[in-house]
């Protein structure tokens, strides 16, 4: 580790488990040993406020993939996992939250010096949710089953249905929120049977390799989870296409999501792709302009804007659009930057040199086309990957910044004259994943919630999820969904069957 690391550990009285953590020779998780990549490679892993080395990690290969899918299928096909009663796997379910939740000021600080993002959210938002997935998930694994049927063919059968689980589930997360995305992933496959290979960003794999070690801990049989960390044109792409692997999940930008989803069809692998989002916000002109403000900024600022739902297009009604800018501009000034382990850090630095020069270069892009740059915008010197919180207005529909993901903490707002218009400008997008509304006036909400072409709407306020509550994109954000019951549908196979009887 770097010394300017440390120091920038020691400043902030990160604990004893953590350091000892992060000191650690790191290898990955397959059929429960701990490995280097099979030629050894690693790749350093860069600490975002600092810009230092932090640790190396294995970069894994196609050879690594294949064991961790053979130890998968083994289990799948008759190991100990499959012939746990669903109450098991329950049990240990709860045991890895349980256990996740003893050591989550660990993985709160693991997370955030890994990623870059603030401590405070990684262990309010990031942490609370994969503990939650998990209790969720594991309530569910009693409860999966099929029906009985009465067919109206002539003669006499028992015909019934059963749900039984799609096999081996090959989990491909991103670099912004890498423990939460991977329990998402995790939770139902456990519920449902299945097993599972994690291939964590190649940015943030350290809380997967900490969480394994917690797998192994509760005691879930070897082979059930593997981790193979390593790169995503290498590790990623070999998923797609390995034949040992019955179902692709996988969470990151579209283009990407494009490429792996049509290699995934090629021997009609299930599939999920939870994919970018560009997601509109609409406030009417009976808002609550200063309360619409703050939910608007921090929906859209939070995790430096690295967050695929984020309310990245606000479209404000005219006749409070110069209110609405004011009360925005005085809230965002508000919001602390700071390195993440900094416990009131709201703006922390983005995940890497290359993140941050694709949203300075998007910031370029705005001002080029014509967009009036109301906030923030200007290079943050020093050390750390920053970008300020930025503000354009007037923006058009036609432009780049407007229809492209930027990933990064960048407003676009404009003004509209009537609902109309504003829902034409929100669904004018290639993605949909979510959308807000800011009114206080049922009879418009309600009216609007079913034009919006998007997988999640959320009425004065904003990205508020929970486990029970499906999460996915409509049109290019992608298609299944993770959480809620749905998610059970997506890791299961329904078998009709058929008893001729006397
Ligand atoms: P990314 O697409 O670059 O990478 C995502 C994952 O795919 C990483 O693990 C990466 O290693 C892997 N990968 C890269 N190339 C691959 C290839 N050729 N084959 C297989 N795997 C490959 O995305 P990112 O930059 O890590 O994450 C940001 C993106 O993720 C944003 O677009 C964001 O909107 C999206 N995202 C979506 C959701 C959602 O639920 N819809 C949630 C979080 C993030």
Not at 51 to 80: H, K, N, S
Not at 171 to 196: E, H, S
Not at 310 to 337: N, P, Q, W
């Amino acid at each position: 580790m770097d010394m300017t690391v440390k120091q920038y550990l020691q400043t902030f009285g990160v604990s004893e488990a953590t350091q000892r953590f992060l000191t650690k020779h790191q290898k990955m998780f397959i059929a429960g040993e701990w490995v280097e990549a099979s030629d050894g490679q690693t790749s350093d892993v860069i600490e975002p406020s600092t810009e230092c080395v932090l640790t190396r990690i294995p970069m894994g290969t196609t050879a690594d993939l294949d064991r961790a899918v053979q130890a998968a299928r083994a289990q799948f096909d008759g190991g100990a996992w499959r012939q746990l009663k669903p109450l098991e796997r329950e049990r240990l379910m709860h045991r890895l939250a349980d256990l996740i939740e003893e050591n989550a000021d660990e993985l709160a600080e693991i997370e955030s010096i890994d990623m870059g993002k603030s401590v405070s959210g990684a262990r309010a938002v990031d942490l609370q949710g994969t503990v939650d997935t998990l209790r969720y998930f594991a309530g569910w694994a009693t409860k999966i089953h099929g029906r009985t049927v009465e067919p109206s063919l002539p003669g006499n059968y028992l015909a019934y249905t059963r749900k039984e689980p799609i096999g081996v589930v090959g989990a491909i997360v991103p670099w912004n929120f890498p423990l939460q995305t991977m329990a998402w992933k995790l939770g139902a496959a456990l519920a449902t049977g299945c097993t599972v290979v994690v291939k964590p960003a190649e940015l943030t794999s350290l809380s997967a390799l900490r969480f394994a070690e917690l797998v192994q801990q509760a005691g879930i049989p070897d082979g059930v989870v593997n981790i193979v960390t390593g790169r995503g044109n290498v590790v990623g792409a070999a998923m797609a296409t390995h034949p040992g692997i019955d179902k692709l999940t996988f969470t990151g930008s579209t283009p990407v999501g494009r490429t792996v989803g049509q290699a995934a069809l090629d021997d009609m692998k299930r599939l999920t792709l939870e994919l970018g989002g560009k997601s509109p916000v609409i406030v009417l002109a009976d808002a609550d302009v200063p309360a619409a403000a703050q939910a608007i900024a921090n929906g859209v600022f939070f995790n430096s804007g690295q967050v695929c739902d984020a309310g990245t297009r606000a479209y404000v009604h005219r006749s409070i659009y110069d209110s609405f800018l004011s009360e925005l501009i005085a809230y965002t000034r508000t919001l602390k930057m700071a390195p993440g382990l900094d416990p009131d850090c709201f703006i922390s630095p983005l995940v890497s040199a290359l993140q941050k020069q694709r949203v300075l270069d998007y910031i370029e892009i705005g001002k080029r086309e014509g967009a009036e740059l109301v906030y923030g915008g200007q290079p943050v010197q020093g050390p750390g990957y920053f970008v300020e919180p930025t503000i354009f207005a007037h923006c058009r529909n036609d432009m780049q910044i407007v229809q492209e993901e930027i990933f990064g903490p960048v407003l676009v707002t404009a003004p509209f004259d009537d609902e109309e218009e504003a829902l034409a400008l929100a669904n004018d997008s290639p993605f949909g994943l979510a959308a807000a509304l800011y009114s206080n006036d049922l009879g418009r909400v309600h009216s609007l919630i079913p034009r919006l072409r998007a997988g999640s709407v959320y009425v004065n306020a904003h990205g508020t999820i929970d486990p029970s509550m499906p999460f996915g994109g409509y049109k290019q954000s992608g298609f299944g969904k993770d959480l809620g019951a749905e998610q059970l549908d997506y890791l299961l196979e329904t078998k009709a069957v058929w008893i001729t009887l006397p």
